[in-house]
C-alpha cells in the first residue's frame, strides 16, 4: 500500500516540474508568435 506522504511529495513534485513545462510552452509559443 503506497504511503499518503510519499505521493503527496510525488504529487507536489510532478506538479513543480509540469509548471515548469508549462511555462516552457508557453514562453516557446510566445515567441514563435512575435516572428
Known sequence: E???NML???C???GV???D???EVITK???YEKK
Do not use: C, R, V
Request: hydrophobic share 50%; proline share 6%.
Open 21 to 23: 513545462f508549462a511555462k
Open 8 to 10: 503527496k511529495k510525488i
Open 17 to 19: 516540474n509540469m509548471d
Open 29 to 31: 509559443m510566445e515567441t
Open 2 to 4: 503506497p504511503d499518503l
Open 12 to 14: 507536489f513534485l510532478f
